[in-house]
């Protein structure tokens, strides 16, 4: 049984991996956006983008969002892939299931 003190930070390691992998994935939408303003990207690119950017957001909301016991094993999965510099790409989770072979559209 883990204390109240250990969930808490459980918790705060969990939202502040959550917020930093959100801004990663916002990060692409920007440079699509940028893309499309400059002319090098087309509408449907940057919705293509969106659409995978949306994808990647709710696999990590569900990776992020739960409660309890659950907050901490993700807490110390999020150290362990830390430790080990063995990272979950988000946003290549995000990709369509056609596309996850293709390059970054936004590159």
Request: charged share 25%.
């Amino acid at each position: 049984m883990s204390t109240k003190a250990e969930r808490q930070a459980a918790r705060r390691m969990v939202a502040a991996y959550h917020e930093a992998q959100l801004g990663v994935l916002i990060e692409h939408v920007g440079r699509a956006v940028d893309r499309f303003r400059t002319g090098e990207r087309d509408a449907f690119e940057v919705d293509a983008v969106i659409h995978q950017f949306h994808r990647a957001a709710r696999q990590l909301w569900s990776f992020c969002a739960l409660s309890g016991t659950q907050m901490e094993s993700t807490a110390h999965l999020i150290q362990r892939m830390a430790d080990d510099g063995d990272p979950i790409d988000w946003w290549q989770r995000g990709a369509s299931p056609n596309a996850r072979s293709a390059k970054d559209p936004d590159a």
